[in-house]
């Protein structure tokens, strides 16, 4: 895999909010085009244990692993994939044995567990895996897309909703909860001028239109916005400038 070029400037952004402990955690590399979000849940303790264990999980699997095909053999090697989608979902699967194994011997009430959202750019390709209730999307010519689809109770019974009640976002599928975890991969190419915003759910629509609206600002106008903005919930955004 070539280095990256693509990317301009990114902006990492994580807050407690309104809910009575952080269990949302980021990370991002520039240098290496990886960037992961994670929304732990089980308290304090465990959900904030869990996310973060997540994150580095992603994070130290795609250093360590990225570009090295043999490396993902004893995983999973999915022909309809790239090299970096194939890389991507082994470190998703990588990851949760890695909460679950957080869980072992523990009670009910003292585990914990995440949605988990990585990127990953190979010069111009991007790919996406997603597991759980955190979103992606593309921003195009002042155009917004929906990249993967959150795997919630919400987009269960509401699949065109965007915006989850807090008491409707419980994941179907994350870390922490089962070992048959199925990433969903996505693969797109991105060009000059593209923005991706990596976020958990509590980063909601009026929120992300209104740093779309700041696209000619540029990036001190950004951070400047999110530390100024108020959220009920935890929320957690990595944003992408190419």
């Known amino acids: 895999m070539k280095p990256v070029s693509l990317i301009r400037t990114f902006t990492l952004f994580s807050t407690q909010g309104g809910a009575p402990s952080q269990e949302d955690f980021v990370v991002g590399k520039k240098d290496r085009g990886l960037f992961v979000v994670a929304d732990g849940f ?14 580095e999980a992603v994070l130290g699997f795609l250093e360590k692993e990225a570009g090295d095909l043999e490396a993902t053999l004893p995983f999973v090697l999915k022909t309809y994939f790239s090299l970096a989608g194939n890389v991507l979902f082994n470190a998703l699967v990588h990851a949760s044995r890695k909460v679950s194994a957080l869980n072992k011997n523990k009670s009910l009430n003292e585990r914990g567990g995440a949605s988990v959202l990585a990127g990953f750019l190979d010069e111009d390709v991007l790919a996406l895996a997603n597991v759980g209730t955190c979103s992606a999307w593309l921003v195009r010519g002042g155009r917004s897309t929906e990249l993967v689809t959150p795997r919630s109770y919400s987009r269960l019974i509401d699949p065109v909703s965007v915006d989850p009640h807090p008491d409707r976002s419980a994941p179907l599928m994350a870390m922490g909860v089962s070992e048959d975890i199925e990433p969903e991969i996505f693969e797109c190419r991105v060009c000059p001028g593209d923005w991706v915003i990596l976020q958990t759910d509590g980063v909601t629509g009026d929120v992300r239109d209104a740093l779309i609206g700041l696209q000619p600002e540029g990036e001190e106008a950004i951070e400047e916005f999110l530390r100024s903005r108020e959220f009920d919930e935890n929320a957690s955004l990595a944003l992408i400038r190419f």
């Open 42 to 55: 089980g308290g304090s303790g465990p959900g904030a244990v869990a996310s973060q264990t997540a994150c």
